[in-house]
Every structure is written in structure tokens, then in C-alpha cells.
């Protein structure tokens, strides 16, 4: 079991670019020999008003909710896996929006058969608020820079090569990275 912990934003150009075109396809892959915690939160700040939380995102707002969004899912689908996926699905995006919102959460639940109504509803509440106040929690104690920030067995990562990376990580070689190092190999 290799874990990996992936530090993100919902709308950070290079978070979209690492989670759909390299991290997803290892999850694909190797989900079921990974322990993956994934963290939406990244350089955001937040603030209590009043016994209100209140956020403060590098990409403003909407990144705040996108964030919101993916904590949701990851709460609501209680599966990594299927949260990756979707998280994955909102970052792509689509007719000239930013993804990462109720647009992209409704395609991708209808894509992936997900019932979005409490992920959105928990992102409009009090519960995507604690869940983002957790996510940052959380991110401060990984003390990063940038995003996204990835940890692969509690080691950084720059996530060039991840695949490779991720499967030399192993104790014992999983079927599927002994697939990838036969192509290589040809």
C-alpha cells in the first residue's frame, strides 16, 4: 500500500493540469493499492467572524466554493476513488467555464451516475464550511508553498515521472505497474 497526500485547489491552473492529465490515471489504475487523502484547500486563508468561518482564496470566490465542492464530495461519496474521479471530472473544463462548479458538478454527476443534490447542498452550508476549515487545518500542518503539493510515502514529490514514482514506491509491485515497466521496457 503506497499512500499519497495531494495538497490542491479547485481552480489553480497547475492543480487542474497534475490531477486530470497525471493523477487520475494513476488512480485508475492503482486505486485499489493506494491510500489516497486529497486536501482542496491549497493557499486559501481562513477566518473566524463572528463563529462564522470565512475564506479567503487565491482565485477568489468561486475557488472557495469549488473547494467547497470537492470536500463535499469526498465526504458524501465516502469513496476516494469515486471522489478523485468526480473531483477530477468538475477540474476538466467545459464550454469556456472554469469547472469546479454547480455546471460541473451536475455533468459529472450525470456522467458518472452521482447524485449531486447533498454534495451541493453540503457545499452551500455549514458543513462545507467545517470541512473546508478541516482542509486548511490540515494544510498548515504540511506547511507547502505552491500547489500542488504532493507527498508520496510522506516524501515530496514534484510529480514529474509519477507513475513511475508511485510505482516504485511499492514493497511488492502491483500487476499493473509490472504492466507499465514492460512497456517501457520495449
Known amino acids: 500500500m503506497v499512500t499519497i497526500q495531494l495538497y490542491y485547489e479547485s481552480l489553480c491552473p497547475d492543480s487542474i493540469q497534475f490531477i486530470t492529465k497525471v493523477f487520475k490515471p494513476v488512480v485508475e489504475k492503482l486505486a485499489q ?7 482542496p484547500y ?3 486563508r481562513t477566518f473566524n467572524h ?3 468561518y470565512v475564506f479567503q482564496c487565491q482565485h477568489g470566490p ?13 465526504y458524501s461519496l465516502r469513496n476516494m476513488t469515486r471522489a478523485v ?24 454527476g450525470n456522467a458518472q451516475n452521482v447524485d449531486v443534490s447533498l454534495i451541493k447542498e453540503c ?3 455549514n458543513k462545507g464550511d467545517l470541512l473546508l476549515k478541516y ?8 506547511h507547502f508553498n505552491s500547489v500542488p503539493y504532493i507527498l508520496l510515502n510522506g516524501e515530496i514529490n514534484d510529480g514529474n515521472n509519477f507513475m513511475r514514482d508511485v510505482c516504485a ?17 520495449q
Do not use: V, W
Open 33 to 39: 493499492y493506494l491510500n489516497i487523502q486529497t486536501y
Open 42 to 44: 491549497g493557499n486559501a
Open 50 to 52: 463572528n463563529g462564522h
Open 62 to 74: 468561486e475557488e472557495c466554493y469549488g473547494n467547497k465542492l470537492h470536500a463535499c464530495a469526498i
Open 85 to 108: 474521479l468526480f473531483n477530477s471530472c468538475m477540474m476538466e473544463p467545459r464550454q469556456g467555464r472554469h469547472g469546479s462548479d454547480d455546471d460541473a458538478a451536475d455533468a459529472c
Open 123 to 125: 457545499a452551500k452550508g
Open 135 to 142: 482542509y486548511g487545518d490540515e494544510s498548515t500542518k504540511a
Open 169 to 185: 514506491a511499492f514493497t511488492n509491485t502491483p500487476p499493473p505497474c509490472q504492466e507499465i515497466s514492460m512497456e517501457e521496457n
